[in-house]
């Protein structure tokens, strides 16, 4: 008796996967493509955050190894130092399991911890960011010579143009995004004025513009 209770099961199950076979394809394709996911994303995870530190891990081994060799400005290694130090806690602190918040369910106390503790360090790394700017601009340019007679306090030339350069080509980048995204935003303005003009629906085609065009040029020819 149960042998055949089981026996039907097994039937119909078969049968319902026979039926819905399409449906069953596709949440078996999206399951092995989240498995997939879930396998290569703490690769990529490790690579990209090895990248990001890179940056702040410069910073801090060249504000160490030249801390007393700019007495114009002493913050500025002091900056160095410490941009680098928080910089990488920004880089690993996502990494740690414990402060991934979880795509299923709601946020554990640890996840929201840790949150907080990106939010801050943020704040911080922009409020020192332009702390260092003052330092560093302020006292341009410095004098290099460590053993000259000026009354002038020298500035190690390594030390001042890593900090120096840093900055300015944070904002040559800054720069460059402004204008691309004007061009861009020129380019779909346009776009939607010429869709106006030529009165190019959704659900045109581009021949139907090269028409209209050919006909106009002939009609003023």
């Known amino acids: 008796m149960a042998c055949g209770l089981i026996h039907e099961l097994t039937t119909v199950i078969s ?17 092995q493509q989240e498995t997939q996911r879930s396998q290569t994303q703490p690769e990529v995870k490790v690579i990209s955050k090895s990248i990001c530190c890179i940056l702040p891990i410069a910073h801090i081994a060249i504000g160490a190894v030249y801390l007393h060799d700019c007495p114009r400005e002493p913050y500025i290694p002091i900056y160095l130092i410490v941009f680098g130090v928080f910089g990488v806690l920004l880089s690993v602190l996502p990494c ?27 704040i911080f790394l922009l409020c020192w960011f332009i702390a260092g ?15 000259t007679t000026s009354v002038d306090p020298y500035c ?18 800054l720069g460059l995004a ?31 513009i090269t028409t209209t065009t050919s006909r106009t040029i002939t009609t003023v020819s």
Do not use: H
């Open 15 to 31: 049968q319902d996967k026979s039926q819905s076979s399409p449906q069953w394809q596709t949440y078996e394709k999206r399951s």
């Open 96 to 122: 740690l399991p414990c402060t991934e918040l979880p795509r299923d369910g709601p946020a554990t106390s640890m996840s929201n911890l840790g949150f907080a503790l990106n939010f801050l360090m943020s």
């Open 133 to 147: 700017n003052v330092w560093i601009y302020s006292i341009y340019q410095p004098n290099y010579d460590k053993n």
């Open 156 to 173: 190690d030339k390594t030390l001042y143009l890593f900090s120096f350069w840093i900055p300015t080509l944070v904002y040559i980048f």
């Open 178 to 208: 402004q204008i691309f995204s004007l061009c861009a935003s020129m380019y779909n303005c346009m776009y939607a004025c010429m869709r106006a003009i030529c009165g190019l629906c959704p659900g045109t085609s581009s021949t139907t």
